[in-house]
C-alpha cells in the first residue's frame, strides 16, 4: 500500500519547518478555520452530560435522524435512520462500503483525478482499478461515453467526489443526470458519491447523485463534517445507502472500531440541526481565495488552470516544464516538479500522479491571502528561473 501522498508532502513541509526553513504548505485539505462555537459548546455540554460511553456502533439515533432530515431537507435522499451509518470521519465510512462491495477482481470505476485514498481502499479490497482520463481543458469533467465505454460485466462500483477533491470540478444537475442515464442502464453497478465539500459550492446548492429516481437504490451517499463545518479533527462522517448495505457497513464496523466518538456525535447533532453564519461564510471566503489565487497563478505564463465551482483546491497543468532543467534540478515528472517548488520555492504542493493526472498538481488555498499571494510569487520566481534553464 502506497502512503497518501497529501500526508507525505505534508510530512516533508514539517520537516523542513523543524529544520528552521520557511515553508508554506499549500498541501494538505485542512480549511484554516476554527470549529464555530455553537457546535463546541455542544460538546462542552455533552461531556458534562456524561456521553463517554459507548456509542451503538452505526450511531446515536438523534445523530442518525439528524442526518436523515438533514438528507431528505436539503438534498432530496430519502435515507430512514436504519440506513444511515455513523464513522470515525468520511475515509473510515468509504472504506467500510468498499470492504462490503468489492471482492477480489471486481472492478472499480475511478473517474480521474480521484481523491488518493479511493485507490488505495480499491487495491485493498483486491479490485481492479479502472481510470477514466479528464484534463484541465474538460473541466476535470467525464462524459456519458466515456462511462459507458468503461463499464463491463466486472463493474461493482464507481467511486467519485461531487465537488471534487482535488479539481475543485462542480458536476451540474443535467450533467449527473446524464451519467445517471448511463448508470440505469446497468444495474449491477453501485456508486459511491462522496459529497463531503457539499457545503463549499461556489454554484450555490449542491446535488446529489442519489436523487435521480432511476438509480437511487444504486447510489451510496458519503458525507461527514470535516470541510463545511471545520471539524476536521472531530472525525465525524456518514453514509446513507441501500438497508443491506448499512447493515454490511455496521457489521463491519463493529469488528473492526465500533462507534465512532460520542462527544463528536453529540456535537454533530447540534451542527447539522442548527446551522448558523459561522458555516455559510466560510463558503464566501473560499470563494475568494479561489478568485484570487486564480488572478495570482495567471501571471505565471506555463501553467495552465480552469476556474473550479467546488473545494479549495486547483489543479494546475504543469506539462510545459516537463524536461526542463536548472541547476541539479531536472524535471522528468510531476514528482519533481513538486519537490522543486518545495526545496526551491519553499512551497509545498501535491502531485497529481496520486490523484490519478500525472501532468497536475493540487494547490490548496485553505489558508489566507497573504500566504497565497507569498505562495505565489515564490512558486512564479522558481518557474521562471526553471523555464528560462534550459
Not at 139 to 165: G, M, V, Y
Not at 336 to 354: H, K, N, Q, R, S
Not at 355 to 378: K, M, W
Request: net charge negative; charged share 20%; with cysteine.
Amino acid at each position: 500500500m502506497q502512503e497518501s501522498a497529501t500526508i507525505k508532502m505534508a510530512k516533508l513541509a514539517w520537516d523542513l519547518q523543524d529544520e528552521g526553513k520557511d515553508i508554506i504548505s499549500l498541501s494538505l485539505g485542512e480549511p484554516d478555520f476554527d470549529t464555530p462555537s455553537y457546535i463546541k459548546s455542544a460538546a462542552i455540554n455533552a461531556i458534562e452530560n456524561n456521553f463517554s460511553h459507548y456509542p451503538p456502533v452505526p450511531g446515536f439515533k438523534d445523530l442518525k435522524q439528524a442526518i436523515s432530515d438533514k438528507f431528505k431537507n436539503e438534498n432530496g435522499l430519502d435515507y430512514s435512520p436504519e440506513q444511515i451509518v455513523v464513522s470515525t470521519g468520511a475515509k473510515h465510512s468509504l472504506m467500510n462500503v468498499v470492504l462490503c462491495l468489492v471482492n477480489p477482481g471486481d472492478e472499480v470505476i475511478l473517474p480521474a483525478p480521484y481523491w488518493v485514498s479511493y485507490e488505495a481502499m480499491a487495491l485493498f479490497a483486491e479490485g481492479k482499478v479502472v481510470s477514466i482520463e479528464s484534463s484541465v481543458d474538460t473541466d476535470f469533467k467525464i462524459t456519458p461515453e466515456q462511462l459507458e465505454n468503461a463499464i463491463t460485466d466486472k463493474t461493482k462500483l464507481f467511486i467519485f467526489s461531487n465537488p471534487c477533491n482535488p479539481s475543485g470540478t462542480v458536476y451540474s444537475k443535467e450533467e449527473l443526470q446524464a451519467l445517471s442515464d448511463v448508470f440505469a442502464k446497468n444495474p449491477h453497478v453501485y456508486i459511491i458519491s462522496d459529497e463531503i465539500y457539499e457545503l463549499i459550492n461556489f454554484q450555490g446548492k449542491n446535488i446529489s447523485l442519489g436523487a435521480f429516481e432511476s438509480i437511487k437504490n444504486q447510489v451510496i451517499t458519503v458525507n461527514g463534517l470535516s470541510k463545511g463545518f471545520a471539524m476536521t479533527g472531530w472525525r465525524l462522517g456518514y453514509i446513507g445507502a441501500p438497508l443491506e448495505i448499512a447493515k454490511a457497513c455496521s457489521k463491519v464496523q463493529g469488528q473492526f472500531t465500533s462507534g465512532a466518538n460520542a462527544i463528536a456525535q453529540k456535537a454533530a447533532v447540534t451542527a447539522l440541526n442548527e446551522k448558523s453564519d459561522e458555516v455559510t461564510s466560510m463558503t464566501s471566503v473560499f470563494k475568494q481565495r479561489r478568485d484570487l489565487l486564480i488572478k495570482e497563478i495567471s501571471k505565471i505564463d506555463h501553467l495552465k488552470v480552469n476556474k473550479p465551482e467546488g473545494a479549495f483546491y486547483l489543479f494546475p497543468d504543469m506539462s510545459a516544464y516537463l524536461g526542463k532543467s536548472v541547476g541539479k534540478y531536472k524535471i522528468d515528472n510531476v514528482n519533481d516538479f513538486c519537490m522543486y517548488l518545495l526545496e526551491d520555492a519553499l512551497v509545498a504542493t501535491t502531485p497529481g500522479d496520486a490523484f490519478g493526472c500525472p501532468h497536475n498538481f493540487r494547490i490548496s488555498y485553505a489558508t489566507n491571502d497573504e500566504q497565497l499571494i507569498e505562495a505565489v510569487s515564490r512558486i512564479k520566481k522558481s518557474l521562471d528561473k526553471l523555464y528560462a534553464g534550459s
